[in-house]
């Protein structure tokens, strides 16, 4: 079983390793590439963002270890029709170390987010992920809204939510209806 949890500042080590973890998997960090400077600027930006609420973090424990992260950040558009506020919501550095896989862990973190999210002024939550994680997020509502090409050449799909209201209403390209979860 495991444990839920907002994280906090001593979590700051463990963040980090994940956040690495996340990036070796996903070949941001090549070979033998040396961390140290990553690791360190990652250190700096969680000790700055983290204290005033522009980094949030969950995690997830078992045995007192923590095994799996999920990050929130909050920003600013102009207004829009739906959305007068602007506030939208990213999630962000979904990583489950692999022998904690597949135990449902990861989908808790993205529940404990949407719940958070919900109740803030955000209308619109968003993520990318490759298209082999994107069932996860798909099993919670997101749908896939466009592909992002980054500069490597790798394809993303960006996936999002609009919150209406008490519920969520998942926004589908080229329908002009809305669905309410």
């Known amino acids: ?17 994940l956040r690495l973890e996340l990036l070796r998997e996903a070949s941001d960090i090549k070979g033998d590439s040396d961390t140290a400077n990553l690791a360190e600027a990652t250190r700096k930006y969680l000790g700055e963002k983290m204290p005033l609420g522009e980094f949030l973090a969950w995690v997830a424990e078992v045995d007192n270890q923590i095994v799996a992260t999920s990050g929130l950040v909050f920003f600013e558009r102009p207004p829009y029709n739906g959305n007068l506020s602007g506030l939208e919501a990213y999630i962000m550095n979904v990583y489950t170390i692999p022998m904690y896989r597949g135990q449902g862990i990861a989908t808790a973190l993205l529940k404990e987010i949407i719940s ?30 466009v592909m992002v090409y980054r500069r490597r050449h790798r394809i993303e ?14 926004f589908i390209p080229f329908i002009s209806s809305f669905s309410t979860w």
């Open 1 to 17: 079983m495991f444990n839920l949890r907002q994280a906090n500042l001593q979590d700051l080590e463990a963040l980090i390793q």
């Open 116 to 145: 958070f999210v919900r109740v803030t002024e955000a209308k619109r939550l968003w993520l990318h992920t490759t298209e082999n994680d994107k069932r996860i997020y798909e099993k919670l509502g997101f749908v896939s809204t």
């Open 157 to 170: 799909s960006a996936l999002r939510a609009n919150f209406y209201g008490n519920g969520i209403s998942w």
